[in-house]
């Protein structure tokens, strides 16, 4: 991969995740550092808020998916949805930033589990959302698809080089 193609990929990862911090930990609301400098010290000077944020939240997983799989509201159902979708493009991004590396599927779910963990942990601790291991989880498995997306359509696209295409046959091993 030309040196140009992976700077514009960590342009455009970099953009992404400037977008990802925007849409879940801001809600769309522009970024104000002012405020975010306040709800980290207000935590750090009182760490059992963090404890009690972190308990409001959903600690059990499947319980949200399961709740709106159950009442199928448009709410519940756009925001299950949205998870996935947000992190799509991480999973696509990332394969493709490492294609040359021959990059595990489980790579990427390791490295949206930890960009999801990231963004729920700092909502607790910044007091700007809930903590959700559904989040967690349904981010992870669009991370995941976003890479067997991007694997599927290097291959069709002759991106790989034979070698590596023949690595992507058995499902799961590689992006």
């Known amino acids: 991969m030309s040196k ?6 960590r342009v455009l990862l970099g953009a992404y995740l400037y977008l990802v911090m925007k849409v879940i930990l ?3 609301g522009s970024i104000d550092i ?21 308990k409001q939240g959903n600690l059990i997983p499947f319980h949200e998916i399961r709740r709106t799989l159950n009442d199928m509201t448009d709410n519940g159902l756009l925001n299950l949805i949205g ?8 999973g696509v991004l990332t394969g493709w930033l490492h ?14 589990l930890l960009l999801s963990s990231v963004l729920e942990i700092s909502q607790a601790v910044f007091s700007i959302g809930q903590f959700d291991v559904d989040d967690l989880i349904l981010n992870t498995y669009g ?6 997306l991007y694997g599927l359509f290097a291959a069709i696209l002759g991106l790989f080089t034979s070698r590596s295409a023949k690595q992507l046959t058995p499902p799961g091993q590689n992006c």
């Open 99 to 112: 294609s040359q590396r021959r990059l595990t599927v489980l790579a990427v779910v390791m490295q949206s």
């Open 143 to 148: 991370g995941l698809v976003g890479c067997i």
């Open 4 to 9: 140009e193609r992976v700077i514009l990929l």
């Open 26 to 28: 801001f809600k769309g």
């Open 83 to 90: 998870n996935i979708a947000i992190f799509l493009p991480f």
């Open 34 to 54: 002012t405020y975010l400098r306040q709800q980290f010290e207000m935590s750090w000077y009182d760490p059992a808020h963090v404890v009690m944020k972190m």
